[in-house]
């Protein structure tokens, strides 16, 4: 029982890592400007985040952007509703090293679309080493399972550090077809709340694309934003301040024609 418990604790651990780095990071932070990194943290999500999470910063972000610019139409990066819901495992995967070529080679319009994120592409995938990341943590994981006669120790730890492709389908997917919604935003986001428990608030899709500056995703009393208590954890210990919300406009027509304008300009 106590090895079950401790391979639980470091999956949940491993799991936590990527969450953070994945919804408070670079989502939150790099993407939306919700909340304001500090400097050092910054510059530690950038130098670090490929490394922990396998997935590039400025790749990342961009990808995310144009889901919003082109929310469940064909352009869209990741939609279920153009892809099909298990397809979209790889069709994202596509989307994302698509969109890294683009950024590598200085396409101008993807470019474009993250031109405030005044750092580049991360060396590794700009060499080619984009592989690395996963073979480390593949190592440790081994080094687990070798030193430690532990195999399912060394599971959890890999499962849970690179849980991200099963955390990004489950938000694209589910929480685009399955689920509530708050607002009649011009898209198909839908508040799912098994996703938004399992993925620390990401599930909550509709309230987030009707306000994608608030750093909060949950908006009803039954609604639980894991990841913005991560947030208030985070600007506790000084690592980022979370941007106040600009009030919303009177009326949902002219909240969405705002929310549009502000997810262009992103």
Not at 204 to 220: G, L
Request: net charge positive; with cysteine.
């Amino acid at each position: 029982m106590a090895y079950i418990l401790l391979c639980l604790a470091v999956f949940v651990a491993a799991y936590l890592l990527n969450i953070y780095y994945v919804t408070v990071l670079y989502h939150r932070g790099l993407t939306h400007g919700a909340v304001r990194l500090r400097p050092f943290t910054r510059s530690l999500v950038v130098k670090t985040g490929n490394w922990v999470t396998g997935l590039d910063p400025k790749g990342w972000a961009c990808m995310h952007r144009l889901h919003h610019l082109h929310s469940d139409t064909p352009l869209d990066p990741h939609s279920p509703s153009h892809n099909g819901l298990f397809a979209l495992m790889l069709v994202q995967l596509r989307s994302y090293n698509g969109i890294l070529v683009k950024l590598i080679k200085g396409d101008a319009a993807t470019t474009a679309v993250v031109k405030d994120l005044d750092f580049e592409v991360s060396w590794l995938n700009r060499r080619g080493l984009w592989l690395l990341p996963y073979l480390l943590h593949a190592g440790i994981s081994l080094a687990i399972v070798i030193f430690g006669h532990a195999w399912l120790l060394g599971a959890a730890y890999y499962f849970g550090m690179l849980s991200h492709p099963i955390q990004g389908w489950m938000v694209n997917a589910l929480a685009h077809r399955f689920g509530y919604r708050n607002y009649a935003t011009p898209d198909d986001s839908k508040n799912n709340t098994a996703v938004a428990l399992l993925v620390f608030g990401e599930g909550y899709q509709n309230n987030h694309h009707h306000r994608p500056r608030s750093a909060k995703f949950s908006v009803k009393w039954f609604e639980l934003d894991l990841g913005y208590a991560l947030c208030r954890g985070s600007q506790a210990l000084g690592l980022l301040d979370i941007v106040p919300l600009v009030p919303a406009p009177v009326s949902a027509e002219a909240d969405g024609a705002a929310q549009l304008t502000r997810s262009r300009t992103a």
